[in-house]
């Protein structure tokens, strides 16, 4: 199927679900397909079955120019197989079609980061977004306390990152049985910090009478929040890590607790 070819013809197409399972067209594939630009394409899930086509579906991502686009799914063939670059070209989309992400989840793409800097970038070009989820591989990714202040909301907070964030899934995951890489690049972010987090997004009415922000801020609430850590094994299944060790302590589980009791759904999961 010569997906391009259907997006110049479809101007009236508004979702994309797209798994791909065959080797792309060869002429678009190579550098001399031109840009495709589809004003009204409001959702597009995008996936590769097949690793030795990651990089060619890759070229496709750089070929579009998505200006209406609201929702985004990208699904890498596997962890190991994934480009690095897959983070830069979703970047590049949003820049180059300046449009108003409201739903972004990076699947299978956690090779993609090298840091939470490239993360963090790329979060601060989708101010909109209201749901995020995403998998970091704690072998390959520096992932430390950095990313959760960094979306932390505090009374000296200049600019905030996120802002209308509603929704927020992140899977730490270990090496895939076999890999070599089987250690955390870098220490994982502690409790306390992950909670502090989910702390200054809830309710600003809520967190403000509770003392936990300075005075309250034009944010939405965030209102689903998943933290965990799982191990990725050859069959698609997720179990328990074997090797990474991170611990809830007492003081964040009572806090955790304050925050479901007030309504938020929040899962941090540890070991």
Known sequence: MDVLALLKRSHSLRELDYYCSEEPDSEWSSNIATQVSHPYLDSVKFGVVKADYDQAWLHFLNLLTLKGIHSLTVKGSSPQAVPIT?????SQLVLRSGCQLKHLDLLNLENSFTSELDLLHLFSLIPEVTHLSFCVSCSDCTFTDLFFTSLTIATTTAEILLPNLAE????IREDVEGAKNTVPKSSLPRADTVVSMAESRRDQESAFDAGLIGHRRSVASLQVFTFRLTSLRYGRRLIKPKKLRWKVDTRSE???????EAGMGITVQGT
């Open 86 to 90: 897959w983070v830069q070209s979703i």
């Open 168 to 171: 927020l899934s992140i899977d």
């Open 254 to 260: 009572s806090r955790i607790l304050a925050l479901k």
